[in-house]
């Protein structure tokens, strides 16, 4: 083990995906020296890029919408807007009688034509509207507890009380399967509304070489160790102790004047011993949903010229959407070419997690066939993805158990701050936010010290 090095001109952030990313761009923005200790090979969490062929493929996260607006901040204060290009808004739901397209920046006008369901099912949307609306001001943070009061029947729950079984099936289930891979039946109905809030009047944004562009870059502004294991953050008086292992099993001790823990909630406790036993249990208890991906290169692109394709359960249980690249972004294949995007639910993944790739594929494949026939026979390519944990899975009444535990943290943390997205909404977006509540966090109990 090497001897406490001590820097007080320094706060760390353990982990680099968007909450660690955010955290530290903003403390950074403020002046302080920052070290951000990466477990992996490499920065960004599930914000990962490759190139193939020609092909620009994104691994994990894939879609930014004009409502992500911490992450957007984030993105225009370091300077990569002009990275941007806007994306297609189209989306459909695949049913039973084909594709329903959809255009997010006029969804209510594409709603009014909505042919999966009937005129008076179409009629009753109108309380959706109604009822988001009614709910703004408990969404508008971001911040998940901040919707506790709402968190008192699932998604499903929801749909059969104030809607019908028409829009249950082709509505709220494929909104909620497409967000968080669980059934409508199986988390709070405060998912349903924050996949609303992404989709309804919004405009899609793609970094043009793909999403690791952004932590690619931002990592160029901070001190990086990759490959940077984490044994434990303890503040100790006035300072903060980190203690982490590198790839070679060496043990290193450092002390730093503030640290931002932004890793998975279920890695907190142990990694954290100053955490009071209320909060422990909460995060011990925390459950993630798993996802497997495919990135598949066709040789010719399907023709329904639709994006974001979201999919009903009596079309397949196991295949909660797909993504046209080549549609959502020219260039994103070569001219001519297609490249496809398959997501699987959580309960399909946690039976395909251990499968060779080779039976990931076939299996994928036919699902893919359903909503887009003849897709299998045009294949250069798929490679399969596999992310543990995803997201946060939410079932009724954790809103409120977590409206708890972000009080317990506000009233007591100082040098140690967390984030990630169990603090806000499951998405990038959330983590950004969280990431970026940790830093102003600990800007204040730096207030003065440096």
């Not at 009937?118 to 971001?142: E, F, N, P, Q, Y």
């Not at 203690?243 to 907190?268: F, K, M, N, S």
Request: charged share 20%.
């Amino acid at each position: 083990m090497n001897s406490a090095e001590s820097d007080r001109s320094q706060v760390g952030v353990v982990g680099s995906g968007p909450a660690g990313l955010a955290a530290a761009f903003r403390l950074r923005q403020a002046g302080l020296q920052v070290r951000v200790f990466e477990a992996s090979d490499r920065v960004g969490g599930k914000m990962r890029t490759s190139v193939r062929d020609g092909f620009v493929i994104d691994e994990g996260a894939s879609v930014l919408p004009s409502a992500y607006t911490s992450l957007l901040g984030v993105i225009n204060d370091a300077g990569l807007t002009g990275e941007l290009t806007p994306g297609a808004t189209s989306f459909g739901i695949a049913g039973d009688r084909g594709v329903q397209a959809m255009d997010t920046a006029h969804l209510l006008r594409s709603a009014a034509g909505f042919r999966l369901v009937s005129a008076r099912s179409s009629i009753k949307m109108t309380k959706v509207v109604w009822d988001l609306l009614r709910m703004r001001t408990h969404l508008a943070s971001g911040q998940a507890s901040d919707a506790a009061p709402l968190d008192t029947e699932s998604a499903g729950d929801y749909a059969r009380r104030r809607l019908n079984p028409e829009l249950m099936e082709y509505v709220v289930d494929p909104a909620v399967r497409a967000l968080v891979g669980k059934s409508a039946d199986e988390v709070s109905s405060i998912e349903f509304f924050y996949a609303l809030r992404m989709f309804i009047g919004t405009r899609f944004l793609a970094f043009r070489q793909g999403m690791a562009t952004y932590p690619d870059r931002l990592a160029g502004l901070f001190d990086v160790e990759l490959q940077a294991r984490v044994v434990q953050v303890e503040q100790l008086g006035d300072e903060v102790q980190v203690i982490w292992q590198g790839a070679r099993g060496v043990e290193h001790v450092e002390r730093l004047a503030g640290c931002v823990v932004a890793v998975p909630g279920t890695a907190v406790a142990p990694m954290v011993p100053g955490l009071d036993a209320k909060r422990a249990e909460f995060l011990r208890q925390l459950s993630y949903t798993k996802m497997v991906n495919l990135s598949v290169g066709l040789s010719r692109p399907p023709t329904v010229p639709i994006a974001y394709i979201y999919v009903t359960r009596a079309v397949h249980p196991g295949l909660d959407g797909l993504l046209q690249e080549h549609v959502k972004l020219s260039g994103r294949a070569p001219a001519g070419k297609g490249l496809l995007g398959l997501y699987t639910m959580s309960d399909w993944a946690e039976e395909l997690f251990n499968y060779d790739d080779e039976d990931i594929i076939d299996k994928a494949l036919e699902a893919a066939d359903r909503i887009l026939p003849g897709t299998s026979s045009t294949v250069e390519f798929a490679t399969v993805h596999r992310w543990d944990p995803m997201v946060v899975h939410r079932a009724p009444g954790h809103y409120r158990k977590l409206a708890a535990f972000n009080q317990r943290c506000q009233s007591l943390d100082t040098l140690v701050q967390l984030a990630g997205d169990y603090i806000y909404a499951s998405n990038l977006n959330g983590a950004t936010a969280a990431g970026e509540q940790a830093a102003r966090r600990i800007l204040s109990a730096l207030a003065g010290r440096l």
